[in-house]
């Protein structure tokens, strides 16, 4: 039993990071002791994400102890004593169908490769605690309004602290968790090295999860404040904060990001000035068309894709991306063979490249879940998070409604949650914050609709909304 780094696999830590870590647990409980459930909530999951180490306890025949999990069970713990009352108002519905198919599909990906029982159990309880407790708890504690507006402001706020720390790594390199934790989050230090300056880690497992989190963050900030719904923060101006968020986005040096958040502050805008969600659902269509495409035909349509984007990014950005299509294509092709539970864990999914030991590489969260879990797998995984989105525009809060300062957070935060699936065709980076929002969302969606004002309420700083609104539990 030991701690060790996710991105590198060496266990050289400082005291630091299992003192951190055993910690984290009666820390949430001490929140739960001192702020209303809702708020311990988000500011659990908040700090844990952002500034626990990259680290993992291994423990035999438990799921493995890392920054996730401790906030979940700490969380789970604080419910049993402060609110346990809690667990009494979730009532499984059609929504959730989705979600815990996909929690429950790796014990089926087991016993159809005769992997075995334990291997089972131990493989949903994995996929449970980073998948299905943040949706558990996202649908019994966000999901509200209200909690949304925290969720929303507490990513923003989140984002407003990593601000110096980006800056400092953007000017000396990714060594904050190596200062404060005793080694690199991330091996390959090149990766780092990105648009001719030092693209921020922090402490999270790679640039591009920093890069994507700002993004949510940018965005939020934008929003809450063109929507009223925050006009001070930190007795400071919503415009200077929200532009010092935009520069440290621009300087994170993620393309990917950029292209994310014009997506987003597009979709949003639009569904202002023309009071339509159909950009929305275009996005949607066009995330299960791609699946589609390229899973269950023969048109792979990779290539297709990198003639169009050859015109937009840099060389190296489309090499990169060529990279990671070669090896999709080979990935498909092999999970293809075992099309409806994949192929389970321990590298099956992997094709051999060469003799020497070359395998392919899996860098995107569709193509680990197709191969590993097969169709059954990745449609239940996409569903689950971009339903209760769709049925949040379809059917509760349509698009002339989202610049309503009530239903601004929840607006937004729907739209990161679909564009943090669009990232997931790229990237492979698991963030419980938006599984956490996707079961708000969902939460929210089986709840009789809240009452909307009907003129701009005036709205506070955040401290004093929490005051005026929140008494602290004793």
């Not at 590198?8 to 003192?19: C, D, M, Y």
């Not at 346990?84 to 169908?97: A, L």
């Not at 019994?140 to 400092?168: E, H, K, Q, W």
């Not at 297709?304 to 840099?314: M, N, R, Y």
């Amino acid at each position: 039993m030991g701690f060790t780094f996710t991105g590198n696999g060496f266990p050289n830590v400082a005291i630091t990071t299992p003192l951190v870590m055993f910690l984290w647990i009666p820390v949430v409980i001490y929140l739960f002791s001192r702020f209303p459930a809702r708020k311990a909530v988000v500011i659990s999951f908040i700090v844990a994400w952002l500034f626990l180490p990259q680290a993992i306890l291994e423990l035999p025949g438990l799921p493995n102890y890392t920054k996730i999990s401790a906030t979940c069970f700490g969380i789970l713990l604080a419910t049993i004593i402060y609110d346990v009352g809690r667990f009494s108002t979730f009532r499984f519905s059609w929504i959730d169908v989705p979600m815990a198919i996909w929690c429950i599909c790796p014990f089926f990906s087991s016993l159809t490769n005769g992997l075995g029982l334990y291997d089972g159990v131990s493989a949903t309880m994995y996929q449970t605690v980073d998948w299905g407790i943040p949706y558990f708890l996202g649908r019994i504690y966000i999901n509200t309004l209200d909690s949304f507006r925290l969720l929303a402001t507490g990513m923003f706020m989140g984002g407003l602290s990593y601000v110096p720390l980006c800056l400092f790594e953007n000017r000396f390199s990714p060594q904050l968790h190596r200062i404060v934790y005793g080694d690199h989050a991330f091996l390959d230090f090149g990766q780092s090295i990105r648009l001719g300056g030092f693209r921020p880690t922090v402490f999270m497992h790679h640039g591009l999860a920093v890069g994507a989190f700002m993004m949510v963050a940018t965005l939020s900030g934008v929003w809450l404040w063109q929507a009223g719904t925050l006009k001070r923060l930190w007795n400071m101006p919503m415009s200077w904060l929200v532009g010092a968020l935009f520069a440290t986005l621009i300087l994170v040096r993620s393309s990917g990001a950029y292209g994310l958040f014009a997506m987003g502050i597009g979709m949003m805008f639009l569904g202002r000035r023309f009071r339509t969600a159909l950009p929305v659902f275009l996005l949607i269509f066009a995330v299960f068309a791609y699946l589609y495409l390229n899973t269950l035909t023969q048109s792979y349509i990779a290539d297709q894709l990198i003639d169009v984007l050859s015109s937009i990014f840099p060389e190296d950005r489309i090499e990169s991306l060529e990279f990671r299509f070669n090896n999709e294509e080979l990935l498909v092709q092999k999970a293809q063979q075992q099309i409806w539970f994949g192929w389970g864990g321990y590298g099956r999914a992997l094709v051999p490249l060469n003799e020497w030991g070359g395998i392919t590489v899996q860098d995107s969260l569709w193509i680990i879940a197709f191969g590993h879990h097969g169709i059954v797998g990745l449609l239940s995984l996409y569903v689950g998070m971009l339903l209760p989105v769709f049925t949040l525009f379809w059917s509760r809060y349509p698009a002339r409604q989202w610049f309503n300062p009530k239903v601004a957070p929840v607006a937004v935060l729907a739209v990161g949650v679909l564009l943090y699936m669009v990232d997931c065709i790229l990237n492979a980076l698991i963030n419980p914050l938006y599984v956490l929002a996707a079961g708000g969302i969902a939460g929210l969606v089986l709840k009789p609709k809240e009452k909307l004002h009907k003129s701009r309420p005036r709205m506070v700083a955040v401290e004093q909304q929490v005051e005026q609104q929140i008494v602290p539990q004793r």
